[in-house]
């Protein structure tokens, strides 16, 4: 005991960058975790997910869908910590598609109210731990008091270096791609840009995410195996794991067992590893 803190003292004085990220998982849902250890080199730099079963999640309790996305919230506001504490670069989240507006009017309601709630009860927090909030989707689809709190965290946070949070609103990936190609077909209408210099780094750069690393790892709760328009682009090769169990029952054990899955992968963009050449 006395031996660990005279160690970490002597490290945190020299400054030795740590071999290995230690993660205690401590949360109130997780209970009494062990301590585990991931390698930096072996963490994901970019983590989308698809928090999908809050539905699924409430039927099974007897609560109406409603209830599920309250419950949904509540998970969602510990693995933003979680990524925060454990130096995940940048974390994409999938909360309401182009799509999710088909839904009841009670329940879309409900998810533009948890919105709301969200933003105004965590932004000091978020401001505060240096996280960077990005909106993923057509910000001015969203009714004003949404779209109001989106644009104030934006812009409170845009010069935050931490984290680099996105939330994907009013989201779709393939109205994304159409609206990267019309800003660089306007730019060419414009003279400022030749057609012969659009590229892959160019594209990138006009799409919601630019200024994040492309999506390493996604990860989709509910046993679906779908990407359901979710940044195709930036998932071209992405590693995906499906974890069976409903998003507000998804907490850090389930994330750091995620990403422990990701670690074990054998990731090779198409190439082969070195010792299998010849
Ligand atoms: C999918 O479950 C989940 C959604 C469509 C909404 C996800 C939103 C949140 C977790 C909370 C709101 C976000 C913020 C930023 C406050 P489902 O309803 O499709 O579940 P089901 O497939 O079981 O019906």
Same mark, same amino acid.
């Given at each position: ?73 509540? =998970? ?18 999938? =909360? ?48 004003? *008091?949404?779209?109001? =709190? ?5 812009e409170r946070t845009k010069n935050n270096d931490g984290l680099k949070l996105n939330i994907a609103l009013n ?72 974890? *069976?169990?409903?998003? *507000?029952?998804?907490?850090? =054990? ?14 090779r963009f198409g190439g082969v590893k070195p010792a299998e050449e010849g």
């Open positions: 005991m006395f031996l660990d803190k005279l160690t970490g003292l002597l490290n945190s004085a020299f400054k030795r960058p740590p071999e290995y990220i230690t993660v205690s998982v401590s949360s109130a849902k997780a209970h009494a975790q062990p301590v585990q250890a991931l390698p930096p080199s072996k963490l994901p730099r970019h983590v989308a997910i698809i928090m999908d079963g809050n539905g699924r999640w409430a039927k099974a309790r007897g609560l109406n869908r409603s209830a599920g996305h309250a419950a949904g919230t509540e =998970a969602l506001r510990d693995i933003i910590r979680a990524s925060d504490d454990w130096g995940i670069e940048a974390l994409s989240l999938y =909360a309401f598609s182009t799509e999710n507006w088909a839904r009841s009017k009670e329940e879309v309601g409900a998810l533009m109210a948890l919105l709301l709630k969200y933003f105004g009860s965590e932004i000091d927090e978020l401001d505060e731990k240096n996280v960077r909030i990005t909106i993923l989707g057509d910000v001015d689809g969203l009714p004003g *008091p949404q779209r109001e =709190a989106v644009v104030n965290a934006m989201y779709g990936g393939r109205a994304e791609l159409v609206r990267a190609a019309r800003l660089l077909a306007r730019e060419v209408r414009d003279g400022i840009l030749d057609p012969d210099d659009i590229d892959e780094d160019e594209f990138n750069g006009k799409l919601y995410t630019a200024g994040s690393p492309d999506v390493d790892l996604l990860i989709r709760t509910s046993g679906e195996q779908r990407l359901s328009n979710f940044l195709p682009w930036q998932t071209t090769y992405a590693e995906f794991v499906f974890d *069976p169990v409903n998003w *507000p029952d998804f907490d850090r =054990a389930h994330y750091m067992k995620c990403l422990r899955v990701y670690a074990e992968r054998d990731r």
